[in-house]
C-alpha cells in the first residue's frame, strides 16, 4: 500500500508539481527577456532622452536626424542580440525541462532496473 501511494503521488500530484515548476521557470524566463517587447520597441531609439522634435536650422535637424538615426540601429542591434540570446535560453529551458521530465518518469523504475541487473551478475567496472 505504501509503494502505490507512493507511485500514485509520482505519477499524478508529482509530475503536475514539476510540469508547474518548469511553466513558472519558463514564465520567468520570458518575463526577464520580455522578447515581444523587444520586438515591438527594435527601432526605437537606444537610451536616448531627447529624441523629440529638434527647432532650429537646417544643420541643427540634420545632426538630430542623424543622432536618432545611428541611436536607433544601435538599439536594433542591441535588441536583436537580446531576442536571439533570450531565445536560445528559452529553448534550452524547455529541453532542460523536457528532459527532467522524462527522467522523472523514469526514476521509480531504476530500482527495479539496478535489481535485475544485479541478479543477472553485471558488474558495471568489469566492462
Excluded: C
Amino acid at each position: 500500500m505504501f509503494v502505490v501511494g507512493i507511485l500514485s503521488w509520482w505519477y499524478g500530484a508529482g509530475w503536475r508539481q514539476r510540469f508547474m515548476i518548469l511553466k513558472e521557470r519558463l514564465a520567468n524566463t520570458m518575463d526577464y527577456f520580455s522578447i515581444d517587447l523587444l520586438v515591438r520597441t527594435l527601432f526605437s531609439p537606444f537610451r536616448q532622452i531627447s529624441a523629440g522634435k529638434v527647432n532650429g536650422p537646417l544643420s541643427v535637424k540634420m545632426h538630430a536626424f542623424f543622432d536618432r538615426l545611428i541611436s536607433r540601429m544601435i538599439g536594433a542591434m542591441v535588441r536583436s542580440f537580446m531576442i536571439i540570446f533570450g531565445a536560445l535560453v528559452i529553448a534550452v529551458h524547455s529541453i532542460i525541462g523536457v528532459v527532467t521530465l522524462v527522467i522523472w518518469a523514469v526514476v521509480p523504475a531504476f530500482p527495479l532496473i539496478g535489481f535485475m541487473l544485479f541478479a543477472a551478475g553485471w558488474i558495471p567496472w568489469s566492462l
